[in-house]
Nanobody, 118 residues
């Protein structure tokens, strides 16, 4: 059973920074991508950033240049460094693991709240 546990959310002022963590545990076979998504109140979940199994990184236009996705393989943890935060970044942030070996298999974390407000 694969588990993803996010942490690091909180309340931050506009212009501030936060670093989210996603700890991955369980038996994971094959290759997979890691990603971050977010969901604001009343809105659909949207993709934020992806770190592929080839180590390529992609970002949504709304966060490019401000957010950075990274991974620590020794700790089985994926990070999302968020800088220059804006009120519109307020959302619940979710970690996602998408298997590239077992097509259709993906896992989600429970989410962590990020609130950007003065």
């Amino acid at each position: 059973q694969v588990q993803l546990v996010e942490s690091g959310g909180g309340l931050v002022q506009p212009g501030g920074s936060l670093r989210l963590s996603c700890a991955v545990s369980g038996s994971i076979s094959g290759i997979y991508d890691m990603a971050w998504y977010r969901q604001a109140p009343g809105q659909q979940r949207e993709w934020v950033a992806r770190l592929s199994y080839t180590n390529s990184k992609n970002y949504a236009d709304s966060v490019r240049g401000r957010f950075t996705i990274s991974r620590d393989n020794a700790k089985n943890t994926v990070y999302l460094q968020m800088n220059s935060l804006k009120p519109e970044d307020t959302a619940v942030y979710y970690c996602n693991l998408l298997s590239r070996t077992l097509i259709g298999t993906e896992y989600w974390g429970q989410g962590t709240q990020v609130t950007v407000s003065s």
